[in-house]
């Protein structure tokens, strides 16, 4: 990893100021993440009883729960949906207002806002924006014919309601990251491929977007932790209604653990949320990974 | 990509992504019956801003957010710059194994796992005061190995004159490694206040008073109330609450972005 050149050996300073910031990481992270694992293992304590050891009961029942199933089966579809989607809107942004145009700042800052608010005060803007009647949503539908919707309190659309929030939310931010490596791109290259006669998509595909490899890297990985991390705005705008439609892992382990104080349902809803967390990054890694290092 | 693929259908979609900002700012602005009525010679107004703030105790949910952020973000430079520097300059054993191990918290931060860390917060009698909204963030994975990484691109050159000087080893620290050092810890810094100051679950967790609740937990409460809510002021109150973060990115923007790019390409 790097030149050893200015390195000290000190076995005793190194561990001293290494372990403020480390007790902090494991008391709170990798700590927590251990007990979780375990108490997922065990009964809940009954009236003063400690419970027992009962192996992967939990996971039964929490695969038994049809409320679970279903924040399971929202958070996959809100990550398949909302994952690609901001994505590929952030690359669009980004080649949209990458080159000379009217107005590109203010278009720039447009784009890019939404990512300064909190998702709380996003949320309550979008609560504005779905109010049925009143909102600006339901009003446009209607001048189309499409009628009054209940957007948020319908089954049917209430999950497509806040994967557009989380859209909106987040593609300004994995924009950004674009932006700045579009702009790295060597000029030469373009001069190179015009010389040669390559058509603008023959360059984008072959030159542009392999060099945006690790940026789309870094970028779906994001997404995919904020798809599983994030549920301000199903606490704030759906309470995961109606009837579980828009409820995500997170808030399903939320709810279990602080309002139905099911600690071991918790756990056991946390370790898959850190599983499928951990395989979808590792697929990612293995996926965009390669093409970064060939570049 | 063609030349078409610019100014206008751009621009169209650009207004279309601000609509629901600028829909909260008109109703924000002008008098609640005006609230969804686009009358462009609807008078303007700033009595939805004072009532919002006169109805909830907007104050203390700012104080509360302001010293949230100042102890967690002041909290983690310090540890990380010891540990960042140890990681990056100091040879001891295990460091490897545990750098890898401090990593983990990249992707799998104790927001998520709220339920363990309340019961510890409890345990620690901590639950319902602000610090415990920072505690568990305070030694951060980001912050070391975004200075580990800074710390080793210093010469060393720099750092053996500092100790022929008969500097010691955190006295270099401070005198040659910080100071140079200063980029990484604005965008750590304004990376992890904007994380903080918009952080939601975990404060909601742990807060239960006015006395200890953020604005986010604030503005939740206000925008959601059990019957009728009144827009005008719900939209007042989010801006209200976004503004301090939304002023200080249009005055720095450069800098904002430029940070969050150096945290994020990891």
């Not at chain 1, 100021?17 to 293992?41: C, D, E, K, W």
Request: overall charge neutral.
């Amino acid at each position: 990893m790097g030149s050893s050149s200015g390195e000290e050996t000190h076995p005793l300073g190194g561990w001293l100021l290494v372990l403020p910031a480390a007790l902090f990481i494991f008391a709170f992270t990798n700590g927590p993440l251990l007990a979780t694992f375990a108490s997922s293992l065990y009964a809940a304590p009954i009236a003063g009883q400690g419970g027992g050891f009962v192996g992967l009961a939990n996971y039964r029942d929490l695969f038994a729960d049809p409320s679970f199933l279903r924040s399971l089966f929202n958070n996959l579809i809100y990550a398949l949906v909302t994952v690609p989607a901001s994505v590929m809107l952030a690359l669009l942004m980004a080649l949209g207002v990458n080159g000379a145009m009217l107005g590109r700042a203010a278009l720039r800052l447009f784009f890019f806002l939404p990512t300064m608010l909190p998702m709380i005060a996003v949320g309550a803007i979008w609560l504005f924006f779905y109010t049925p009647q009143y909102g600006l949503v339901d009003r446009f539908t209607r001048l189309i014919g499409a009628g009054d919707i209940n957007w948020l309190g319908d089954p049917s659309t209430a999950l497509p309601a806040m994967m557009a929030v989380a859209i909106w939310k987040q593609a300004g931010f994995f924009m950004i990251f674009y932006l700045a490596s579009l702009q790295n791109i060597p000029p030469v290259l373009r001069e190179a491929a015009s010389l040669e006669g390559a058509s603008r998509t023959y360059f984008f595909r072959r030159v542009t977007l392999p060099l945006l490899g690790p940026t789309t890297l870094f970028v779906m990985v994001t997404a995919t932790i904020n798809a599983f991390c994030v549920v301000d705005h199903v606490v704030e705008m759906t309470q995961g209604g109606p009837d579980n439609a828009s409820s995500l892992l997170l808030y399903y382990v939320y709810e279990a653990g602080f309002r139905d104080w099911d600690i071991n349902a918790a756990a056991a809803a946390t370790i898959v949320l850190v599983v499928i967390l951990s395989v979808l990054a590792a697929l990612l890694f293995a996926l965009f990974g390669r093409r970064v290092h060939y570049r | 990509m063609r030349r078409a693929f610019s100014a206008l259908p751009l621009w169209l979609f650009g207004l279309i992504w601000a609509l629901p900002l600028l829909y909260a700012v008109w109703s924000a602005v002008h008098p609640p019956v005006y609230s969804t009525i686009f009358d462009p010679l609807a008078p303007l107004t700033w009595r939805n801003f004072v009532q919002a703030w006169n109805e909830a105790p907007f104050a203390r949910y700012f104080l509360n957010t302001i010293f949230l952020v100042c102890f967690t973000v002041f909290s983690q430079c310090v540890l990380a710059t010891l540990a960042g520097f140890a990681f990056a300059r100091l040879r001891f054993p295990g460091r490897d194994l545990l750098f890898a191990a401090l990593l983990l918290q990249l992707m799998i931060s104790p927001g998520i796992l709220l339920v363990w860390n309340y019961r510890e917060i409890s345990w620690l009698g901590l639950a319902d005061t602000i610090p415990a909204m920072g505690i568990p963030y305070l030694g951060s994975a980001l912050g070391i190995f975004l200075l580990r990484q800074n710390f080793r691109t210093i010469p060393s050159e720099l750092d053996d004159a500092a100790r022929l000087e008969g500097c010691s080893l955190l006295g270099r620290l401070w005198k040659v490694y910080v100071p140079l050092s200063r980029g990484t810890y604005v965008a750590f810094a304004l990376t992890s206040v904007a994380y903080h100051w918009n952080d939601f679950l975990w404060p909601l967790v742990v807060s239960d008073s006015v006395t200890t609740r953020p604005l986010t937990v604030g503005l939740e409460i206000f925008a959601t109330p059990d019957q009728g809510v009144q827009w005008s002021l719900v939209t007042a109150a989010t801006l209200l609450s976004s503004a301090p973060l939304l002023i200080a990115f249009l005055i720095f923007q450069r800098q904002f972005v430029q940070s969050f790019l150096r945290a994020g390409i990891r």
